[in-house]
Each structure stands twice: as C-alpha cells, then as structure tokens.
C-alpha cells in the first residue's frame, strides 16, 4: 500500500499487509470493547486536553477503549509517524486530527480501504476521503466575530488583523470570514493590511505598537489565536490604550480567559473541545456498530462556537467553551 511509501520503515509494511478489508462493513464487538486511536500535532494544547476529557468520558460510556496519541510538534512528518504507530496497532478505528490538509489523503484514503473507519476531526482534508468531518466552521465563526465586533466599536474606525502565517488554512478561514462581512456591511470600518504574526507574541505586540503609531484611530484588533491576542493586549497596556482599542482574540484558553476577566481582552471567539470530543466517539460507535453504509452519517458535522466577554464568561453555559486541562 501507498501508506507504506509515504513513511518509510519495515513495521509500517507490515502493517499494511496485514490489515483486514472493507471499512464500510460493521465490525463486532471484542470481547474488551472496541479500540480507537485519535492522532493529533500539537497534542499537548489545552484544546486538545479539554477535548480528551469529554472524548474519554463518552469512551466509557460506549465501552471504547482509546488510544490518544499525538506530535508535540506541528510538523505533518511527525504527525504522519504517530498515526503509523497508532495504525501499527490495528485499532478498530481512528480519529484523525489532520494539521495539513493534503498530507493526510492519501493515508486516510489507504486505511480506509484496508478496514480501518477514518474520521477527521477539527481541520479537514481537501478531498473528502474521509467517513465524517467534524469542527468548527472557521469562515462562519471568523463572520460573526465581525458583527460582535463591529457592535462593540459603533460600526466605525480602523481595525486591524492578526493571524499566524499566510499557508496556514484555518487560521486564513478565520479572518476572511471576518473580513467579507466588514468589506460588505460596514463601510465607516477600515481594515488595515492584514499582519502576520507567525504564533509569536512578541512580534504581535511590536506590529501591534508600529501600527497603532501610524493609525492614531485604531479602534479594535482581531487576532486568529492566542499569541497574536496576548501580544496586542501587551502592547496596548504598555500604550495606555488598554480598553481605549478593543480586542477580540480567537480560542478560549485558560490564560486568555484570565485576560479576558483582567480587561486585557474584550471578547473571545471560543470553540466547543468538549462537544467535538463528545461527537467524535459517538460517531465512531455508530460506524463499527452500524457499519458506514448503515449508519448514514452525514459528511459536514460543524460544532458551535460562543462570542464570551466579561459580562457571560461566568455563566454556567460558558463553561464548556473554555479549554480547561481540569476533566472535572
């Protein structure tokens, strides 16, 4: 198989040679339940910790085990090689974390011809050769951060972006979304040249001072993630601009949260980890109990989002939106 191409290594072939057929068919129950892997980048972000807590809860719950496992780096190759380590142990299924989303066809497309159900979870592939998709709707959650933000500023004055880097699609989705509401329904808001930060704090809250010099009616900044967020909100204070120019950062991890009650931030645009952990396993369940024909998942699954400022943050609701280690 071509799975054994794509990662050089001897245990890799055998794996290939020895995995059964036909995904789409349901697979009994082993006498110790099923078994799936998850496989992830970055696996030691708090979103994923927080997703874990609520895919492991509904693990028990169906009788699953699971195998969690990830990179530590954001790097495909790595990604790809703990996928082969998860795969090398002949899991009834695998959800699957794709960080490229070309990288990761044709190994999807390979196990799941030899027997192996492939779900991808929070990113997507190009070609959907996969069972399901599950994750945020970046485009639509970048479009209603526009219309809270727009509100928050009186529809009027600069604003500017930041984001990762320019061949990062996630983080793109975020801001274009943004951006074609504001470009389309507010025309007394300015979007400055869209600045790309690199997930790097420090050059956030230097492109962060650089432009708030140059554009002394800066109203609001709109980072993709957390690095760009604590940057700006660093240089801002250090301005005395802290609460004068809004800012809206994208994820809802525990120390962005902390900003976010200091009034560093003003609002977060927070994914639900715990809902898609929660969905991921259900929908696993459902194809090896099922079989994939049967079992009739739709393609597109997205989980909300929530826009939390100071004056929700502590409702009961908000709760699941924040990516909290604490499984409690």
């Given at each position: 198989?071509?799975?054994?191409?794509?990662?050089?290594?001897?245990?890799?072939?055998?794996?290939?040679?020895?995995?059964?057929?036909?995904?789409?068919?349901?697979?009994?129950?082993?006498?110790?339940?099923?078994?799936?892997g998850f496989?992830?980048?970055?696996?030691?972000?708090?979103?994923?910790?927080?997703?874990?807590?609520?895919?492991?809860?509904?693990?028990?719950?169906?009788?699953?085990?699971?195998?969690?496992?990830?990179?530590?780096?954001?790097?495909p190759r790595?990604?790809?090689?703990?996928?082969?380590?998860?795969?090398?142990?002949?899991?009834?299924?695998?959800?699957?974390?794709?960080?490229?989303?070309?990288?990761?066809?044709?190994?999807?497309?390979?196990?799941?011809?030899?027997?192996?159900?492939?779900?991808?979870?929070?990113?997507?592939?190009?070609?959907?050769?996969?069972?399901?998709?599950?994750?945020?709707?970046?485009?639509e959650a970048?479009?209603?951060?526009?219309?809270?933000?727009?509100?928050?500023?009186?529809?009027?004055?600069?604003?500017?972006?930041?984001?990762?880097?320019?061949?990062?699609?996630?983080?793109?989705?975020?801001?274009?979304?943004?951006?074609?509401?504001?470009?389309?329904?507010?025309?007394?808001?300015?979007?400055?040249?869209?600045?790309?930060?690199?997930?790097?704090?420090?050059?956030?809250?230097?492109?962060?001072?650089?432009?708030?010099?140059?554009?002394?009616?800066?109203?609001?900044?709109?980072?993709?993630?957390?690095?760009?967020?604590?940057?700006?909100?660093?240089?801002?204070?250090?301005?005395?601009?802290?609460?004068?120019?809004?800012?809206?950062?994208?994820?809802?991890?525990?120390?962005?949260?902390?900003?976010?009650?200091?009034?560093?931030?003003?609002?977060?645009?927070?994914?639900?980890?715990?809902?898609?952990?929660?969905?991921?396993?259900?929908?696993?369940?459902?194809?090896?109990?099922?079989?994939?024909?049967?079992?009739?998942?739709?393609?597109?699954?997205?989980?909300?989002?929530?826009?939390?400022?100071?004056?929700?943050?502590?409702?009961?609701?908000?709760?699941?939106?924040?990516?909290?280690?604490?499984?409690?």
């Amino acid at each position: 198989m071509r799975l054994c191409r794509l990662i050089a290594g001897a245990a890799v072939v055998a794996l290939c040679a020895a995995m059964p057929a036909h995904a789409q068919d349901k697979k009994p129950r082993p006498e110790g339940g099923y078994n799936v892997g998850f496989v992830t980048a970055s696996v030691g972000l708090t979103f994923y910790q927080a997703m874990k807590c609520a895919a492991e809860a509904t693990a028990k719950d169906h009788g699953v085990n699971l195998i969690w496992q990830g990179s530590q780096s954001i790097s495909p190759r790595d990604e790809l090689q703990v996928l082969q380590a998860v795969a090398s142990q002949s899991p009834d299924g695998i959800l699957l974390v794709p960080w490229d989303s070309t990288a990761f066809i044709a190994p999807t497309k390979e196990l799941i011809d030899a027997g192996t159900p492939v779900i991808t979870v929070d990113g997507s592939l190009t070609e959907p050769v996969d069972i399901q998709n599950i994750r945020t709707s970046n485009l639509e959650a970048g479009k209603q951060a526009a219309h809270d933000l727009a509100k928050m500023i009186g529809a009027k004055g600069s604003v500017l972006i930041l984001t990762a880097s320019p061949g990062n699609a996630v983080q793109n989705e975020r801001w274009a979304g943004f951006k074609e509401v504001l470009d389309k329904e507010y025309p007394d808001v300015h979007l400055l040249d869209v600045q790309y930060i690199e997930s790097n704090a420090s050059k956030a809250a230097s492109v962060t001072a650089s432009v708030l010099t140059a554009n002394p009616d800066l109203a609001a900044i709109y980072a993709t993630q957390d690095a760009g967020a604590e940057g700006a909100a660093n240089a801002l204070r250090s301005a005395g601009k802290r609460g004068e120019v809004k800012v809206v950062g994208y994820d809802a991890t525990e120390r962005q949260v902390e900003l976010l009650k200091a009034g560093d931030l003003d609002a977060l645009v927070a994914q639900s980890p715990r809902q898609l952990g929660k969905i991921m396993v259900e929908s696993m369940v459902k194809v090896l109990e099922e079989g994939r024909e049967a079992a009739n998942l739709p393609y597109q699954v997205f989980t909300p989002v929530k826009f939390l400022t100071r004056d929700n943050i502590e409702d009961d609701d908000s709760k699941g939106y924040i990516y909290s280690p604490n499984c409690e």
